[in-house]
């Protein structure tokens, strides 16, 4: 039988009307937000720390160096291959004002780029050159001096350390004679300065110990200017050098790049 309209209107009324909660309700009938969330990008983590984000460290001169190869320290100055660029860069517009020759003899190092290496690193290689113990060593790049008194008191009595112009000194026939073995830790102005100094002792033909970046081995400049099967390495585990009256610093990824000198073999580890 048909319902009367007043009727219908009472159950109508009369009805609850069902509760939709966020789960059972329809995706299409949900509330969205109406701006974007935005997420912290993803940092990779390591060890299980967060990893921190590289910062620049200012040397003082004006420019930025950017990393480091010492070992536990934060702030650190010296020649990463960012800043050899930087400092290539600063050479490059010193000699295009003032001429390219006048301005690299002028200026061997800069204030943050000479160190002394301490004692502990010279022991750690004399063994390896006693037969040069009664020979005469030249130290060519002059610092405070004390790195001629440590090569003394391990027993190289003949120890020539002076401070004089190196690129001048190679010139005298009669000094470079009278050397057989040139050891020192030349300074890293850029790789212009390196190869210079490379280059030149390379010409002379007498053995030579120098202390470089371990990237000289990776280098096509070593093996354009010099013989690969006269060319030795030692790799120590770290080097320490110092400031004058400071305390040491322990330096990674460098190596003693031996030319001529005929050890007992090609690839040593101290």
């Not at 319902?3 to 009805?15: D, E, K, M, Q």
Request: hydrophobic share 30%; aromatic share 8%; proline share 7%.
């Amino acid at each position: 039988s048909s319902s009367s309209p007043l009727l219908l209107a009472s159950r109508l009324v009369s009805t609850p009307t069902p509760f939709l909660s966020p789960l059972t309700c329809p995706a299409s009938s949900r509330r969205r937000p109406t701006t974007p969330v935005r997420h912290r990008p993803h940092m990779p983590r390591r060890n299980g720390k967060k990893r921190k984000r590289a910062r620049s460290i200012p040397d003082g001169s004006g420019s930025e160096r950017i990393g480091s190869h010492f070992v536990g320290r934060q702030q650190r100055e010296n020649s990463t291959a960012a800043t050899e660029k930087l400092e290539d860069r600063e050479h490059s517009r010193e000699e295009s004002k003032a001429g390219s020759k006048s301005v690299l003899k002028k200026r061997m190092t800069v204030i943050n780029d000479e160190w002394q290496t301490c004692f502990q690193s010279w022991e750690e290689i004399s063994r390896l050159f006693e037969t040069f113990k009664r020979k005469k060593i030249w130290m060519p790049f002059y610092y405070d001096g004390e790195c001629a008194k440590h090569l003394q008191h391990l027993g190289f009595k003949k120890v020539y350390h002076k401070k004089q112009d190196f690129f001048k000194r190679i010139t005298n026939q009669e000094f470079v004679d009278s050397i057989d073995l040139i050891w020192d830790n030349p300074p890293y102005t850029g790789a212009t300065l390196k190869e210079r100094i490379l280059r030149a002792l390379v010409d002379l033909g007498k053995p030579f110990v120098l202390l470089l970046p371990s990237s000289i081995l990776h280098s096509k400049l070593l093996s354009d200017i010099a013989d690969l099967n006269q060319v030795q390495c030692i790799v120590p585990r770290r080097v320490h050098v110092c400031k004058t009256g400071k305390s040491s610093v322990p330096f990674k990824y460098l190596v003693w790049l031996c030319y001529r000198t005929k050890l007992p073999r090609d690839l040593m580890f101290v």
